[in-house]
Nanobody, 123 residues
Framework: QVQLVESGGGLVQAGGSLRLSCAAS????????MGWFRQAPGKEREFVAR????????YYADSVKGRFTISRDNAKMTVYLQMNSLKPEDTAVYYC????????????????WGQGTQVTVSS
């Protein structure tokens, strides 16, 4: 069982930056692909970014491409989401997730989820 704890959310003005962190409890963290999703009020949870177990492969939703960067430090058992040029439409609860096999863009591909961290971008 992998426990995931997100941190780093908060209130920021449009154009600003935040870095989210997701710390894992499992020492086999390096075996998991990791992803970030977000859920805005009244909307479905949507894919944001994913990274392979080795960090050799990343993939982003079109809405965040060029503004967000996903990375991981397997020694620290942590995955990050650097968010730049934030927009009000990025406001959501952000969740990290771990996949035992391939972690793609679908929620069903992930086996473990964190509790989420709120990101609010003011205009």
């Amino acid at each position: 069982q992998v426990q995931l704890v997100e941190s780093g959310g908060g209130l920021v003005q449009a154009g600003g930056s935040l870095r989210l962190s997701c710390a894992a409890s499992e020492r086999t963290f390096s075996n998991y692909a990791m992803g970030w999703f977000r859920q805005a009020p009244g909307k479905e949870r949507e894919f944001v970014a994913r990274i392979s177990w080795s960090a050799g492969s990343t993939y982003y939703a079109d809405s965040v491409k060029g503004r967000f960067t996903i990375s991981r430090d397997n020694a620290k058992m942590t995955v990050y989401l650097q968010m730049n040029s934030l927009k009000p439409e990025d406001t959501a609860v952000y969740y990290c997730a771990a996949a035992r096999t391939y972690g793609g863009v679908k929620r069903s591909q992930y086996d473990y989820w964190g509790q989420g961290t709120q990101v609010t971008v003011s205009s």
